[in-house]
Every structure is written in structure tokens, then in C-alpha cells.
């Protein structure tokens, strides 16, 4: 605060490397492997990558199709062939081979295989790959033959630009009603435009770290727009805390700076623990052995902690600057609390009478959100309509259409000089089934036989699980006994990668409530209020989840199996957020009154305006995601936008209210041994003071003695 000079130097400094850390490290960003460490398919993958490299572990397909020439005929076969050229001698690309025609084909149709070298970055060469051979083809043919190039690294490589796209149109839509919606709760424009500020200088310092690590680690496209979201929805979140409090500050007649010294030893506090909170379940999401979700965790992480540093450091620096252009475009006259008393307080007062019909009347509400809960339908379907007007999308269907929706690869190791492994009754049993439409098989003369099996079961779709399920009981039913078997390809990666998900949320779920426990417990120096705002996250989460689940289930869709897991986290660390806004209210006008029911009716009354405003403009920013392309981000803002609307009205300002009401000094309670364990903390912080259980004992202090307090 008295060195403001130096501080606006630093984070200018900062935020012009941010400024050039992000288009450097956007043009660093790649599609995420969706390998699960450790599992059949990646196992298969480091085999044929190793025993076949021109063929390796990721594969392009050429999809040829034309509207008058057949796929046998002279101009048609001369497209093929320069395609051939064109794609051979083209960076990143390995063997280019022929892909056998399954009985039923068009014949306006035909099919090529290339392998992609190790390391390629096929987000930059994707692009040259596909002009190469679509110029060759079209000057073979005379424009007769076109050709698109698919596969999964097309798919994610445009699945990366439209998520790039969509981030752009989120952050234009989003920004504007957000800002509306500050302005209205704010009553002031200035104030809106100065916390939108802020939350951009954060959002930009966040994405300038998740840029630079883009040059040591893989960082994709919903790493960034994880950082843009939750950096604008933290930032305002926390600047509207340091904001309303130092506005306070000003109404009780403080001077600029000491206003902004007393909000930044209040609420500066308050905001700490917030970020720690988010910070501490981002960190529970890096046991999931999923390397796109930890790469999303820490951008969130990232994000929290440069909203925080920006609103504790920044912001109070900058508000006594700015203190007359925060009343410039009011709405509103904001009179002080001591003189307002609307339906608010009113509907407070009435809550304090009466807590138990409101605390049972929101739990039934809560209760019959969260029972479609248990019909939520998981699976990890490509964003066919995301992609549906580009080469990748339309090769794709081209694929799915003529019964060639997936290959699965069968890693066969053998001792070096035994010959190829036997695949005959292998071959012969699958001739069977309806579901394959092909099979062949190649050895590399040394010790890896490998199995190509194509089949008519889209890669995404939940039959494809059962399927990868058969092929590998079959494979170790009628290979020669003994024999080792792994199977890759999209289909086999997909379901190993919905099986680590599924066996990583309990542990997450574990991890992030243990954590937010010991967190809560230093915060508030308390048992019971740990334990009650454990069960109201519950509570929340469970009703969007099943808001979530009748939503999907009336309109077919399945729910992206990483999105619980992200969603979990997200939930938790907001909930957390909106618990130490209110408990910190009711727990300064508990320390200087020591009536339990009063502390609770007045801190109600004063967090009621920053939690209801802060849910609703990061509702805003969540739900900006719902006009995305991406079936999982639309999934992921549904979710969250729901969750922080159900937590900031019926879950604080209903139930934890009337269950603070109803447990009075017990709210504080904690064993003595823990005492000794838990360090005590400065009177002008967040965290409750332990009361006794019993009468409460006189409070002398003033207002004026706690704001000097604050203001020390």
C-alpha cells in the first residue's frame, strides 16, 4: 500500500510477459493424448510404435470419394497415386499403405492409411498434410476426386480450433452481461468497469502461466478456456468481496487509503482462504492418471491464484486512485445497511423465527433435484457437430458409413526369431461376427505380430466398450496359449480411458473432502462447521448432478465421463468460497457481540448482496459455455452455473443460516485437544474465535476498536 509505485511496476512487467507468453505458447498447444497410463492401449501403442515405427501409435486416413468415377477407374487410381506422393514425402509422415474394402463399400469410395511420426505436432501439420493431398488428388482427376484426411489426430486437431473459437465467442458474450449484472448490483457502472478490469489483468496473468508451460508440458484448448472461465469468474468473485468491503469502509467515514488498508486486512484474508480452497481440490484432480484432466487442474489452480494475488495486492492499491470513478453511472442510491430494511431483512428476521420450515422446505427442494441423480448416463463421445463442416468431419462419416467407424490394433509380442504368432482361428472367429468388417495381420520380422481389426461400431458410441470387451476374450481364447495381447487403436483407448475415470473418482472425491476438512478446520477453528459445509457441498453437487442427469436423459445425450471429475473439484472449491464469505460475516458479529442469533441474522444480512451478486455474474460466466460447440463444456457450464445458483440461494442464505440458528454456540465447538494442534489466528481474520457452549461472555469492544483492529 505505500509503495504503489513499485507495485504497478512489477505487475506491469508481468502482465506485458503474460501479453507475450500467450500467443507463443498458443502456437505450442496440442491436442492431449487420450491414453491412460498403464493400461492395454497404451501398452499397445509403445509396441507398435517401437516394432512398426513407420507405422506408430497414431494413424491418419485418407478418405478418397467422388460423385462420377468409380474407385477402379484410370483418372480415379492416378488421384490415388498422387495422393500417395503428396503424403509420403510430407513431414511427420511415415508409411502409407492401402486400407482392404469391406464387403458393401460404395465405389465412389477407397481408403488410405499413413502412419504419424513420434512427436509430430499434427495441430500444425494437419493443415499442410491435407492441402498436399487435396491439391494432388484435384490435379490427378481434373477436381473429379476429393479427398479428406481423418483419423483421431484430424479430429483433435480441429476439435483444438474450434475450441479456440468458441473461447473467442464466450469471452464476447459472456464479458457484457457480466458486466451488466455487476452494474446492477453494484449500482454502479464505475464499479463494475473497475472489478471487470481487474478480473482481466487476472485472467491474463493466468493464461500467460498456462501459456509458458505450454513450452515444457502439453497444453491443449480446454486447458485454456478452463483458465479464461474460472480466472473470470474467481476474479470477480474475489474482487467483489475486497470491493464491498471497502466500500463499507468509506460509508462508515473512512478516508480512501485507510478504507483500502482495513478491506485488504479483512477481506484479503477471506479471499486467501477462497483460492486455497479451489487450489486444494484442483490438486486432488492430479492423482487421476489422466494427463488432460491434471493439465486442466492446474490451470484452474493457476488461475485461482492469480485471481487472489491480483485482488489482495492489486485492487487495494488501486482503489483509493480510483475512488471517484467508482460512483460515476449510478443506478441506485446504496444506502448503508443500518438504514435499509427491505424484504431482505425482513425475510431474515422470519428465518430466525421460524428456521426449521425454511431448513426442511429447502432440503425437500434440494432432495428432489439431486433423485435423477442416479440415471446419469457417463460415457466420451467426439463433438461430431463441432467438426461436421470440416475435412475431418466429413471423412468421418464417409468412414462410419461404409463400415470402417474403427480399427482396433492387437499387439502380439514374440520371442525374437519364433515367426509370426498364429492369428488363423483368431480370424476365423471374428469372420463372425457382423459387428467386424475386416481383419489382417503383418509381422516385422523380429518380434511383434500385429492384428488389424476394423469394424462397423463407432469408436464414442457405448457399444464400442462391449465390443473392445469381445475382441480381447477372443483374442486370449484362440490365439496359441500363453500368448500376450494388447489391443490399441481409438475404440480400445477411449474405453481404458472411461475405465480410469470411473476408478479415479472415488479417491478424488476422497482426497478433495479430506482436504477441504483440514483446510476448513484451520479456517474456522471449528468441527461442526467443517462437517456442515462438507454435507451442503454435497447437497449442491448432488442436485445439479441430477438436474444434469434428467436434462441429458430427456434429450439422449450421455455425459462426458471427465466432467463429474472436473465438475467435483470446480463445485467444491466455489461452494467453499460462498461457506467463508458467510461464516466470516456471522463469525465477526458473533466475536463482538456473542449473541448467536443475532451474529447470524446481521452476518446473513451483510454477506447476502456478495453472494448473491458474485453467484450470479460466475452463473454468467459459466453459462457462457452452454453456447459452445462442445457437447462436455456445454455439460461442464450446465452443471456449474446450476450449482453455484442452488448453493448461493437455497444452500447459504436457507439452510446453513437456519442450521447456524438452530446448533447456536455450537456452531464453534471443537475438542481441546485439536487446540493445541490448530494454531490461533489474528483477531481481524476469517477464522471464528472459539466460543464456550455455554452463556456467551460479555463483549465490550467497539466498532470503532474493531475497525482500528482491522485497520492494524
Known amino acids: 500500500m505505500r509503495r504503489g509505485r513499485w507495485l504497478f511496476l512489477v505487475w506491469g512487467l508481468l502482465a506485458v510477459t503474460a501479453a507475450l507468453a500467450i500467443p507463443a505458447g498458443l502456437h505450442h498447444t496440442r491436442a492431449m ?192 478456456t478452463a483458465v479464461s472461465t474460472v480466472g473470470v469468474a474467481l476474479g470477480l468473485d474475489y474482487s467483489l468481496l475486497v470491493l464491498l468491503r471497502y466500500r463499507r469502509f468509506r460509508q462508515d467515514g473512512d478516508a480512501p487509503h485507510a478504507a483500502a488498508r482495513a478491506a485488504r486486512a479483512s477481506a484479503g484474508r477471506a479471499v486467501l482462504w477462497c483460492a486455497g480452497a479451489v487450489v486444494l481440490t484442483c490438486a486432488g484432480l492430479l492423482t487421476v492418471p489422466l494427463d488432460f484432466v491434471r493439465t486442466v487442474a492446474v490451470a484452474a489452480a493457476l488461475a485461482a491464484v492469480a485471481a487472489a494475488t491480483v485482488a489482495v495486492t492489486v485492487l487495494p492499491a488501486v482503489l483509493p486512485r480510483l475512488d471517484p470513478l467508482l460512483e460515476r453511472g449510478r443506478l441506485r442510491t446504496d444506502r448503508g445497511p443500518s438504514t435499509r430494511a427491505g424484504l431482505g431483512e425482513r425475510f431474515t428476521r422470519h428465518l430466525m423465527r421460524h428456521p426449521w420450515p425454511y431448513l426442511l422446505g429447502a432440503l425437500a427442494v434440494v432432495t428432489f433435484a439431486a433423485a435423477p441423480a442416479g440415471n446419469l448416463r457417463l460415457g466420451l463421445e467426439l463433438d461430431r457437430a463441432a467438426i461436421a463442416h470440416t475435412a475431418a468431419g466429413r471423412g468421418l462419416e464417409q468412414l462410419e458409413g461404409d463400415g470402417l467407424a474403427n480399427v482396433t490394433f492387437l499387439a502380439l509380442p514374440h520371442r525374437p526369431g519364433a515367426g509370426p504368432v498364429d492369428t488363423t482361428l483368431l480370424a476365423d472367429a471374428l469372420r463372425s461376427d457382423r459387428r467386424i468388417s475386416g481383419f489382417g495381420a503383418l509381422d516385422n520380422e523380429r518380434d511383434l505380430t500385429v492384428a488389424a481389426v476394423t469394424d462397423r461400431v463407432r469408436a464414442d458410441s457405448p457399444a464400442s466398450k462391449g465390443l473392445v470387451k469381445d475382441l480381447r476374450a477372443t483374442a486370449a481364447r484362440m490365439l496359441p496359449p500363453g500368448q500376450q495381447v494388447y489391443s490399441g487403436g481409438p475404440a480400445a483407448a477411449l474405453a481404458d480411458l472411461r475405465t480410469a475415470a470411473f476408478d479415479a473418482a472415488p479417491p478424488v472425491a476422497a482426497l478433495v473432502a479430506a482436504g477441504s476438512l483440514l483446510l476448513m478446520l484451520g479456517a474456522f477453528r471449528s468441527v461442526v462447521l467443517p462437517l456442515k459445509a462438507l454435507a451442503m457441498n454435497v447437497l449442491s453437487t448432488a442436485a445439479a448432478f441430477g438436474l444434469l442427469a434428467w436434462t441429458t436423459v430427456h434429450t439422449g445425450q450421455s455425459v462426458n465421463v471427465a466432467v463429474p471429475l472436473l465438475a467435483l473439484t470446480v463445485v467444491f472449491g466455489l461452494s467453499l468460497d460462498y461457506e467463508v464469505f458467510l461464516v466470516h460475516r456471522i463469525t465477526e458479529h458473533y466475536r463482538a457481540g456473542g449473541d448467536h442469533r443475532e451474529a447470524v441474522a446481521s452476518g446473513m444480512r451483510d454477506a447476502a448482496r456478495p453472494i448473491t451478486v458474485a453467484a450470479a455474474v460466475m ?77 456467551a461472555a460479555p463483549v465490550t469492544e467497539t466498532a470503532a476498536s474493531r475497525r482500528q483492529g482491522h485497520r492494524s
Open 619 to 695: 452463473a454468467t460466466v459459466f453459462a457462457g459455455l452452454m453456447a459452445t460447440h462442445r457437447q462436455d463444456f456445454q455439460q461442464m457450464g450446465f452443471l456449474v452455473a446450476t450449482a453455484v445458483l442452488l448453493d448461493a440461494t437455497l444452500i447459504r442464505l436457507v439452510v446453513v443460516p437456519a442450521l447456524m440458528r438452530l446448533l447456536g454456540h455450537r456452531n464453534w465447538w471443537m475438542p481441546r485437544f485439536l487446540h493445541r494442534l490448530v494454531p490461533p489466528v489474528a483477531t481481524h481474520s476469517v477464522l471464528p474465535s472459539q466460543r464456550p457452549t455455554g452463556p
Open 33 to 224: 493424448s487420450l491414453q491412460a497410463p498403464g493400461s492395454s492401449s497404451a501398452h499397445a501403442a509403445e509396441l507398435i510404435e517401437r516394432g512398426f515405427p513407420a507405422i506408430g501409435s497414431r494413424q491418419v486416413i485418407l478418405s478418397f470419394d467422388s460423385r462420377t468415377l468409380t474407385a477402379d477407374s484410370r483418372p480415379y487410381q492416378d488421384a490415388v497415386g498422387a495422393s500417395v506422393k503428396a503424403i509420403g514425402s510430407a513431414p511427420g509422415i511415415g508409411q502409407v499403405m492401402p486400407v482392404p474394402a469391406p464387403p458393401g463399400i460404395d465405389p465412389h469410395h477407397t481408403y488410405l492409411m499413413a502412419g504419424v511420426d513420434k512427436g509430430a505436432d499434427t495441430g500444425r501439420l494437419v493443415p499442410v498434410w491435407q492441402d498436399r493431398v487435396q491439391r494432388a488428388a484435384a490435379r490427378a482427376s481434373s477436381g473429379r476426386v476429393a479427398v479428406a484426411m481423418t483419423g483421431f489426430p484430424p479430429v483433435a486437431a480441429e476439435l483444438q480450433r474450434a475450441d479456440l473459437a468458441d473461447l473467442r465467442m464466450v469471452e464476447a458474450v459472456t464479458l457484457p452481461v457480466a458486466l451488466t449484472v455487476l452494474a446492477v448490483g453494484l449500482g454502479s457502472a464505475g464499479s463494475a468497469v473497475v472489478l471487470l478490469a481487474t478480473a482481466a489483468f487476472g485472467v491474463l496473468l493466468g493464461a500467460g502461466a498456462v501459456a509458458a508451460l505450454g513450452f515444457v508440458l502439453v497444453v491443449d484448448g480446454t486447458s485454456l
